[in-house]
């Protein structure tokens, strides 16, 4: 495809696809078979060494989306940001840790990471003195999420990616919440962006899957690890993620419409006592979002004015939303993250991050706006 059509929507529906296409068939078969005929030259392409064509194709596509020079897809999210993490540390090696983590990512940098051998600190995001604190000599990475769950604030990505740059050490960002429709981490000088593909990316809730992107040298480093980890993508997988991507421009649009709509209906609502959404100007991140991103993504929070009893009422009132965690479907999703997201928290290191018991979370689909706000508005008048 010739370099100058090489605006979002049109690389999500035409980067990585052959032309001419296999048997004149418009949509990428799914080549299903896990080994190939020995080329005169030799080598082995094999499922597990993640090089046979659907997904070769799944990955184009991907670095091409996140404006990448490679990319590698994983069996999942945990399989990408495992696999990066692996790809940059080693034995004896320091890690710093740039605000909160999704649960998964933060078991394994804190149960898991030491019998890897790797020292690990959690700094505060927003503060850069705390960064430069940590710095040991042994320090080769620092890691952060463009926006944090479930209170969706934005840590100093560009002030993060600096740091590291000047330090030498590797960058690496889970991008998972805002997509490179609303944010492209390598724009601002992260070296390698992690996905769980599981969410947005393919966007209807029937696969895991994740992605990791960056320099063909770093991706080639990430991918010698995933041969021996043995987390690669299964085709079929891979055919639904390649599917699921040519939408993604439109299905976030509509994501991010319907997250403000309801966080703007949901501030100005008397039986509401706080929203966070980084949208909002009442935010305390909104300016930094504002700059950096083009949109402010599927997931917003809220507290009931009257507590956990309220909390419980609406879940069941509303019609629309599934009572789930998870983000990034077609299907608006609701649930209080003190049960699910983050249950394995004890109460007290809950409530001194924010995340009280009745904090709600939702994930917006993409549904009608109006209905949404209907659902909503309807579901406060009866409780
Ligand atoms: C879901 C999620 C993950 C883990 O992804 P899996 O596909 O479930 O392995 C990692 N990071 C974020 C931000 C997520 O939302």
Redesign the pocket.
């Known amino acids: 495809m010739s370099a100058s059509y090489s605006r979002f929507e049109t690389l999500a529906v035409h980067a990585g696809e052959p032309r001419p296409t296999h048997g004149g068939s418009i949509v990428f078969p799914i080549f299903q078979g896990t080994v190939y005929e020995t080329p005169p030259e030799g080598g082995v392409d094999y499922l597990r060494y993640s090089n046979t064509p659907t997904q070769t194709y799944v990955h184009d596509k991907l670095a091409a989306l996140e404006g990448a020079e490679a990319a590698l897809a994983t069996a ?4 990408a ?1 495992s696999t990066a993490l692996h790809s940059v540390a080693s034995a004896g090696d320091h890690v710093i840790v740039a605000g909160t983590l ?1 649960g ?2 933060h078991v394994f940098l804190t149960e898991h990471a030491p019998h890897l051998g790797w020292n690990v600190d959690f700094v505060d995001a927003a503060d850069p003195a705390a960064w430069e604190a940590a710095l040991r000599p042994e320090t080769k990475a620092i890691y952060t ?1 463009s926006i944090s ?1 479930p209170l969706v604030r934005v840590p100093d990505l560009a002030g993060i990616a600096a740091f590291a740059a000047r330090h030498g050490l590797s960058s690496i960002i ?1 991008n ?2 805002p997509t490179p429709v609303n944010f492209r981490p390598h724009q601002i000088g992260f070296d390698l962006v992690c996905h ?4 947005t990316l393919n966007g209807h809730s029937d696969i ?3 992605v990791i992107t960056g320099s063909a040298d770093r991706i080639a480093k990430a991918h010698a690890c995933l041969k021996l980890y043995g987390g690669s993508l299964d085709p079929h997988a891979g055919f639904l993620l390649a599917r699921g991507l040519k939408t993604l421009a439109l299905r976030v649009r509509q994501q991010n419409a319907n997250a403000l709509a309801i966080a703007r209906f949901l501030e100005g609502h008397r039986a509401i006592a706080e929203v966070a959404y980084p949208g909002l100007e009442s935010h305390p991140d909104h300016a930094r979002a504002a700059e950096l991103f083009d949109g402010f993504g599927p997931v917003l929070c809220f507290r009931p004015a009257a507590g956990l009893d309220a909390a419980e009422k609406l879940l069941k009132a509303l019609e629309l939303p599934y009572v789930a965690p ?2 990034g479907g077609v299907e608006t999703l609701i649930t209080r993250p003190a049960i699910t997201s983050h249950a394995g928290m004890s109460p007290e290191a809950r409530s001194a991050e924010g995340i009280e018991d009745d904090l709600v979370r939702l994930a917006v689909g993409i549904e009608a706006t109006e209905d949404l706000v209907d659902d909503f508005k309807n579901a406060l008048d009866s409780i």
């Open positions: 999942s999210g945990m399989a940001i999704y998964g990512t999420e769950n889970d998972t919440f769980s593909a599981t969410k895991v899957a994740g998870s983000l």
